[in-house]
C-alpha cells in the first residue's frame, strides 16, 4: 500500500466502503487548488459511505490536516444558543462559543464565511491558542440555518485565500447534504 501522500494511479483505483477507508490519496507538491480538486471527490464518495455524523467530520478534520499541514481543523457544532466543540485535529481547543462571538460565533451569527489574515487584528477574537495567527471559518447550512462551522487555524499570518474559501465552501456544502435530518 502506497503511503497516505502518494497520488493514485487514477481516481478508479480508489475505493471506498464504511467498513474501511485507510487512505486519501493527494499529491503534497501541488499547489492548493490542485490538492483541494483531488480531495473533494473522495471525500464526497467517504461521507456518503457513513451516516454517522461524528465519524464523518473527523475524517473531514483529519483529511484537511493531513494534507494541507493547518495548526487547526475542526468542528463547532450548533447547540441551542451556542456552538459546542465537534470533531477537531490539533491542540486543545476552546469548548464553547456564543453566537456573535469570536471568528467562529461572528461566522454563524452572519452566515457567511469569514477570512480573517490576522487573528489579532480582528475584534473580539478568542485566543484558543496563541499560536494561531490567521484563520477561516465557514459555516455549514441547510434550509437557511446554521447547523456547524467548520474552523481552520494557521500558525502563519495571512494563510487563507479566496482559493481556500471556494473549497472548503464546496466542502461544507457536501457535508450539508449529508448531515443527519
Not at 56 to 69: M, P, Q, S
Request: proline share 6%; with cysteine.
Amino acid at each position: 500500500m502506497r503511503p497516505i501522500c502518494s497520488p493514485p494511479l487514477n481516481f478508479a483505483e480508489i475505493a471506498f466502503t464504511s467498513a474501511m477507508a485507510e487512505s486519501i490519496f493527494f499529491t503534497p507538491e501541488a499547489d492548493r487548488a490542485t490538492r483541494y480538486q483531488e480531495l473533494l471527490p473522495q471525500i464526497s464518495a467517504l461521507i456518503a459511505g457513513e451516516s454517522d455524523l461524528i465519524a464523518n467530520l473527523a475524517n473531514t478534520a483529519a483529511v484537511l490536516r493531513e494534507a494541507f499541514g493547518f495548526f487547526w481543523v475542526g468542528f463547532y457544532l450548533v447547540k441551542n444558543d451556542e456552538l459546542v466543540l465537534g470533531p477537531f485535529q490539533g491542540p486543545l481547543a476552546c469548548t464553547r462559543i456564543r453566537k456573535g462571538k469570536g471568528v467562529c460565533g461572528s461566522s454563524w451569527a452572519r452566515v457567511e464565511t469569514l477570512l480573517v489574515p490576522d487573528v489579532d487584528a480582528f475584534p473580539g477574537h478568542i485566543a484558543c491558542s496563541s499560536a494561531s495567527r490567521s484563520e477561516i471559518v465557514v459555516p455549514i447550512q441547510r434550509n437557511n440555518t446554521v447547523l456547524a462551522v467548520l474552523d481552520v487555524d494557521s500558525d502563519l499570518l495571512n494563510d487563507f485565500s479566496e482559493t481556500d474559501q471556494q473549497y472548503l465552501e464546496e466542502l461544507c456544502a457536501l457535508l450539508a447534504k449529508n448531515w443527519p435530518a
